[in-house]
């Protein structure tokens, strides 16, 4: 993919009046089927050599912060199959934090707070299942049984790690593997660099012999259980994020992906996160769009698949979102979630602003949800899911299950953006790609335009010109959300009119 280019203002005319919501200014035209969009790539258990785009998946965070089960994971899994999810390259299915923490092991008022004494743990230091959640973890086999049963729907096992090694492994001084005598708390900075909220990590000194192998360990336990996504979370160092690199490469067939939530280390990685979390606030939406805007460059240097290093914009906080405090599954966070009390019991930290609600339905309205999806889609950002696919509505899996929407995120290159005179109109654009990285024989363009957060009405108007297609004065447009001929555009300009939080993704073709 090439470097992007920042367009300039001059091709983008903007006017505040006279213009009723939602007119789309393009010549009529029959709604013909156009050339077959080539679909999704099917999964068997694994991607095709051809696809190259940001990956996809679930994970269990904003549904199940702590306590997701082997219960929910196959819930999770068999929508994924069923929706037609899986067809279309949703492919990871990640348990978050806390994975091995037993049930018993939290404070009944925050369970944020928890005795790192009360995490499962080999006799190398190694995280394993908590079985009380994850039963057919007994006898030793971790996560291989659920991973088996997931690898048969096509969805592949995914794992939070917490950097470092665990406070309880340095406390019992358990053996690395692959050493000759060297224990855990041989390797650590000091007991003072904890991980993990709550603490469950010691941090690593890479100087010393053993800790390399420690993160070799732990990606072959990972690899004998079939997981292929690790989410490497909490400030790792460069060091290891490169140990868990070569031992994915060196123990684990390359088939492993590494995303990196916050730290360094970036060129290593499938996907490394660019912000704070970002919750079912429309708010949280609109400050990616600036931080997107910086990552332009490594979007389009993002390489294909396995190791792309694409930018992470955050999960999609859609569907039924919401943590719990039991371990069960059954006990909300009190008190009940309303709009006139949003902290939910933690006023002090914005951090949880959201995540400690009770279990709800995105608050994000249908045109935010839109909103966020477009701008996932066209800036090509890893796609995971955030909610309970069992309790999420089919209107919203029908929106991840949308291949020409996908399309957007996963076949084309140079991804750019045009500057705007109004702080609150974006406009982006990408070049369509075919499986081999190839544009279309005849020129094309995908486009997104938002109005972010005006309350007027904005008329947009973008030139075919600005989009790089500086010798055609006509195209084919197709509304990508609505699956739909939109006609042709007229004067040379694609010119839409769109309402507070609202947004047009557009496949222009055919252009002459």
Known sequence: MCHSQVVQMMAICISIHG?????????????????????????????????????????????????????????????????????????????????????????????????????????????????????????????????????????????????????????????????????????VVDTNSTRGVPPANYQIDFSKHGAKEYCASVVMQLFSWGVGFIKLDFGPSVDEVQAYYDAIKNHAENSILLSVNSGSGHNMTTMYRISSDVWDVYDDVLQQFDLAEKFITEINGAHPYPFGAWPDFDMLPLGRIGGYRSPLGHAPYPPICTPLNLSCGRTTDPMYRFEECCPRQSRLSHNETLVLLTLWLIGQSPLMFGGYLPETPSAVIDLLTNPEALRVNSAAADVNVLVQASPDVAVWYSTPVDDAGNPAPKAARYVAIFNKNATSTLPVSVTLASLGLTTASSCAVRDLWTRENAGTTHNGRVTVALRRAESALYLLHQCE
């Open 19 to 187: 213009c009723g919501g939602g007119l789309i200014d393009f010549a009529p035209g029959k709604n013909e089927a156009v050339a077959p969009l080539a679909n999704e790539h099917a999964l068997g258990g694994a991607l095709p050599v051809s696809y190259q785009g940001p990956p996809r998946g679930l994970n269990t965070w904003d549904s199940f912060r702590y306590w997701a089960s082997e219960k929910n994971f196959e819930a999770n899994a068999e929508i994924m199959e069923s929706s037609g999810m899986v067809n279309n390259s949703w492919k990871y299915l990640v348990v978050d934090e806390g994975w091995y923490r037993f049930s018993n092991n939290s404070d009944p008022n925050d369970d944020s707070k928890c005795n790192p004494e009360g995490f499962a743990m080999d006799s190398y230091g190694r995280y394993v299942p908590s079985q009380d959640r994850f039963p057919s973890a007994v006898n030793n086999q971790g996560l291989k049984p659920l991973c088996s049963k997931l690898f048969a729907r096509g969805v592949v096992c995914g794992v939070h790690l917490v950097s470092g090694v665990p406070i309880r492994a340095v406390r019992e001084k358990t053996r690395i593997l692959g050493t000759t005598g060297v224990t855990a708390e041989q390797i």
